[in-house]
Nanobody, 124 residues
Framework: QVQLVESGGGLVQAGGSLRLSCTAS????????MGWFRQAPGKEREFVAA????????SYADSVQGRSTISRDNVKDTVYRQMINLTPEDASVYYC?????????????????WGQGTQVTVSS
């Protein structure tokens, strides 16, 4: 059974930084793309960043470009997302997701597995 477990959320001051982790288990993810999405109350789930497990190429949403870094640890089967200069607009529930394949990484419905989400709150 595939499991994605996020951690690292919490309360941070505006201008601060945060690192989220997503640990994957239950299968081999070498051909998968791992994505981060976020969803604020009353809003649709939106793409934040993605990394192809094989090769490590990355994609970022314009809203976090330059402030976010996604990386992976092949030994720990863990994906990280470091974010700096957080603003109140970044406050959201952040979800880790996995999809088999390398394309359509910004589309939530393309993903096969989801974590339970971790809350990020940004105080101004």
């Amino acid at each position: 059974q595939v499991q994605l477990v996020e951690s690292g959320g919490g309360l941070v001051q505006a201008g601060g930084s945060l690192r989220l982790s997503c640990t994957a288990s239950g299968r081999t993810f070498s051909s998968y793309t791992m994505g981060w999405f976020r969803q604020a109350p009353g809003k649709e789930r939106e793409f934040v960043a993605a990394i192809r497990w094989r090769g490590g190429s990355t994609s970022y949403a314009d809203s976090v470009q330059g402030r976010s870094t996604i990386s992976r640890d092949n030994v720990k089967d863990t994906v990280y997302r470091q974010m700096i200069n957080l603003t109140p607009e970044d406050a959201s529930v952040y979800y880790c997701a996995a999809r088999s394949g390398q394309s359509r990484v910004v589309v939530p419905t393309a993903y096969d597995y989801w974590g339970q989400g971790t809350q990020v709150t940004v105080s101004s």
